[in-house]
Nanobody, 115 residues
């Protein structure tokens, strides 16, 4: 069983930065892709960024050039560095670990961008 725990969310002013972390339990982390999603109130869940087991990354158009996903396999942790934040980035951010047979989700962390 895999458990994921996100942290790092909070209230930030427009133009500010935050770094989210997602720590995974178990030994499968280094072998799988990791994904950050977000869901704003009243909206569908949106894929934000993906990082493969080999470190390749992909981003939603809405965050390209502002967000950076990275991973530290020694710490079983995936990060989402968010810069130049906008009010429309306000959402609950969650990480997902997929094994191909099952998806595991964290509880999410709230990010609020407001002045």
């Amino acid at each position: 069983q895999v458990q994921l725990a996100e942290s790092g969310g909070g209230l930030v002013q427009p133009g500010g930065s935050l770094r989210l972390s997602c720590v995974a339990s178990g030994s499968i982390f280094r072998f799988v892709n990791m994904v950050w999603y977000r869901q704003a109130p009243g909206k569908q869940r949106e894929l934000v960024a993906v990082i493969s087991s080999g470190g390749r990354t992909n981003y939603a158009d809405s965050v390209k050039g502002r967000f950076t996903i990275s991973r530290d396999n020694a710490k079983n942790t995936v990060y989402l560095q968010m810069s130049s934040l906008k009010p429309e980035d306000t959402a609950v951010y969650s990480c997902k670990l997929g094994t191909g047979l099952k998806d595991y989700w964290g509880q999410g962390t709230q990010v609020t961008v407001s002045s």
